[in-house]
């Protein structure tokens, strides 16, 4: 008797436990008949997500018709499109979405049969409908785009015998702004020739889960004289020229995406094998890309651009490239022109160029190609005038103040012995043309403070010719003329009283 009523309060207490343990444990909500489950939707944001009727069975004709708002919406390819939209195979996938497209800009809020708005983190909703039907579902977000989907809530077990079930449907979408930004690194929206300039673009990774053939390029343009950095063999890319990082990570350069040159830029084509393996994982995260740009000369206007641009392909439904992005750096130039007094232009003057660097004195080295510093004037590069009198100092960094020396005068002329200083002023916004500051300058020198058609600041320095009395004065030649009048008033002096005293 003891033995049975331990038993039995064993079993009590066991039964106690069950019931604690299923008070408390999660139920998984069965699937309701008629509803529309759909998945795929992002996690990053709230997905609002609306379901109109667009298909109805009558019982009493055995058939498929259009619903009211639906055959009004359609017009006179009503006809046509309840052939396509009953056609429990929906084989033909673009006549489909071409009428689906037409009822989604028809649908208002008159005609919804049921909508529900996810939280930020779901990737899932279902729609309570309980009418057997097909349905137009539409999902919309701040930043994705959804394809129109025709969902069922149905399954047809034989001619006009038609079940309630559970409509399913993935979501298939792609952020608005694939490429979100791209930017030089700090320092370099001013650069010379030769510089080596660093790129980082950005945006969100595409959605890509549910489609068959995903395609995601990434093309890069460059503009003259500006050339993608690379390092393999016969200019081709290596992973250390290009680093793309999804969420973070980085992924790997071959497996995951390819590089091909494109001109001055290049082309990423992420592995279709890559993208069906990680759509779910990396849909909706941020995503970098950071490269260089070697500025291979100078070009007209200053300006160096570098753009860049999307694209996707899904189910062999190419979506519009995206919105071109662009990062522009710029040189800065100067056009010197030497001329007398009368206007007259003068060839065979030679300048040279200095600069302070990190509080030292350096003269500049210039080619088509690079700039530099270098420690001596002898080393320094010679800039001469043309029989316009003019030359051209093209491809400096607009950084830096630079010192204008006239090192060797024309023929027949006096040596400029003032040095001034020249500052560029960029535009605001940058695009190219400068303002300049001339400073410690006389009155021979002209600054036109301006740039011309070719952004280039443009400088004239006037020559007094050898002997001859520079027509600006100035304190010094003030000076020597009081000197010279003083002596010869003296001189005449002297010669009077010489005269008086022979006499």
């Not at 939707?41 to 058939?63: M, R």
């Not at 091909?260 to 990423?268: K, R, S």
């Not at 060839?347 to 660097?357: S, T």
């Not at 510093?373 to 009198?389: H, I, K, L, M, W």
Request: hydrophobic fraction near 40%.
């Amino acid at each position: 008797m003891k033995k049975f009523h331990k038993t039995k309060k064993l079993l009590a207490l066991l039964l106690g436990m069950i019931l604690t343990i299923g008070a408390v444990m999660p139920v998984a909500a069965a699937a309701v008949d008629g509803n529309l489950e759909i998945s795929g939707l992002t996690n990053t944001e709230a997905v609002t997500v609306t379901a109109y009727q667009v298909l109805q069975y009558n019982g009493s004709t055995g058939a498929w018709e259009l619903t009211d708002w639906a055959e009004t919406a359609l017009g006179d390819q009503a006809a046509a499109a309840l052939t396509a939209l009953s056609t429990e195979d929906n084989s033909n996938k673009a006549v489909i979405a071409k009428y689906l497209t037409i009822l989604a800009d028809a649908a208002d809020a008159a005609n919804v049969a049921a909508t529900v708005t996810t939280t930020a983190s779901a990737t899932s909703a279902t729609l309570e409908t309980t009418e057997l039907g097909s349905y137009l579902v539409i999902c919309t977000s701040q930043s994705w785009t959804y394809t129109n989907m025709l969902v069922n809530n149905y399954n047809s077990v034989g001619e006009g015998n038609n079940i309630l079930t559970v409509g399913r449907a993935t979501a298939k979408g792609v952020h608005n702004n694939v490429i979100d930004k791209k930017e030089v690194a700090a320092g370099q929206t001013y650069v010379a020739v030769g510089d080596v300039i660093d790129y980082t673009v950005s945006g969100t990774f595409p959605y890509f889960q549910g489609y068959d053939k995903p395609k995601f390029t990434i093309t890069d343009t460059m503009s003259d004289n500006l050339v993608a950095v690379t390092t393999g063999a016969d200019g081709a890319f290596t992973d250390a020229d290009i680093t793309v990082t999804v969420d973070g990570v980085d992924v790997a350069f071959g497996t995951a995406y390819t590089v091909t040159a494109n001109e001055n830029g290049f082309v990423i084509s992420f592995q279709e094998s890559w993208l069906n393996e990680n759509a779910a994982t990396y849909a909706g995260k941020a995503f970098t890309i950071t490269y260089q740009g070697l500025v291979t000369g100078y070009v007209e206007g200053n300006a160096y651009t570098n753009t860049v641009s999307s694209s996707i392909k899904t189910n062999n439904e190419e979506e519009p490239p995206s919105d071109d992005v662009t990062a522009t750096s710029y040189t800065a130039a100067i056009k010197l022109q030497k001329q007398n007094e009368s206007g007259d232009k003068l060839e065979g003057a030679e300048f040279i160029l200095q600069a302070e660097v990190a509080g030292e004195q350096k003269y500049v080295k210039l080619t088509d190609t690079d700039m530099s510093f270098v420690d001596s004037e002898e080393d320094a590069t010679v800039f001469t005038t043309n029989e316009e009198g003019v030359v051209e100092i093209l491809g400096l960094d607009a950084d830096y103040t630079y010192t204008l020396i006239e090192t060797v005068a024309p023929s027949g002329y006096a040596l400029e012995k003032t040095t001034p200083t020249i500052t560029f002023t960029a535009a605001d916004p940058a695009d190219g043309t400068y303002t300049a500051t001339l400073a410690g300058a006389n009155s021979a020198w002209t600054n036109q403070n301006a740039a011309d058609a070719a952004a280039k600041v443009l400088i004239e320095l006037t020559d007094a010719r050898v002997g001859a009395l520079p027509a600006t004065g100035g304190t010094g030649v003030i000076i020597l003329t009081v000197v010279g009048t003083a002596m010869m008033a003296v001189f005449g002096g002297v010669l009077v009283m010489m005269k008086k005293k022979k006499n």
